[in-house]
T-cell receptor
């Protein structure tokens, strides 16, 4: 079983739809992250949760709403997205929120906004 | 302005030879550096890391070198294998933080 699982792998939605991305980690980690990767741009950190508490919101628009019900699950709720939100969304986890605890990534959700 | 730069978008190397991937950074306060490998349709996979108190770290065929005075990081793969063909990202972080600053990646192609 893979360490960090993301569903769905692909998602196409209209600008008025509401959808959610799901992430589950099986590594016993305490921290979880959402990243965005747009074409030809570096990975951008969006949100960080440590022991279910949000510790980082990197100036992300409110149309992205994260939820972390427990240390193993992370959701990203999407509402009225814009075409520029089309990107690869990656979830990651780490044992702790320090620099020397490498983050382990899922395979991502490829999101396309029509 | 990008703090972590990978100036070579792609690199081709013959199987069995050395692959050298480069990364430059601008902030001398970065304390920790990592390399990730990414295959198509998969997430990045952690490869190797180095603390700023070291100048070299080795793990099997992979060696990372850190030149703090030049603010330069490199990943050496010896010998290169076709399975190493992937996109390689370098990342940097400040001490005590989880914020990785990623480069844009270098696509390595190892030719059989």
């Amino acid at each position: 079983e893979t360490g960090v699982t993301q569903t769905p792998r692909h998602l196409v939605m209209g600008m008025t739809n509401k959808k959610s991305l799901k992430c589950e980690q099986h590594l016993g980690h305490n921290a979880m992250y959402w990243y965005k990767q747009s074409a030809k741009k570096p990975l951008e950190l969006m949100f960080v949760y440590n022991f279910k508490e949000q510790t980082e919101n990197n100036s992300v628009p409110s149309r992205f709403s994260p939820e972390c019900p427990n240390s193993s699950h992370l959701f990203l709720h999407l509402h009225t997205l814009q075409p520029e939100d089309s990107a690869l969304y990656l979830c990651a986890s780490s044992q702790e929120v320090t620099e020397n605890q490498p983050q382990h990534f899922g395979d991502g959700t490829r999101l396309s906004i029509l | 302005d990008q703090q972590v730069k990978q100036n070579s978008p792609s690199l081709s190397v013959q199987e069995g030879r050395i692959s050298i991937l480069n990364c430059d950074y601008t902030n001398s306060m970065f304390d920790y550096f990592l390399w990730y490998k990414k295959y198509p349709a998969e997430g990045p996979t952690f490869l190797i890391s180095i603390s700023s108190i070291k100048d070299k770290n080795e793990d099997g065929r992979f060696t990372v070198f850190l030149n703090k005075s030049a603010k330069h990081l490199s990943l050496h793969i010896v010998p290169s294998q076709p399975g190493d063909s992937a996109v390689y990202f370098c990342a940097a972080a400040f001490e005590g933080t989880y914020k990785y600053i990623f480069g844009t990646g270098t696509r390595l192609k190892v030719l059989a």
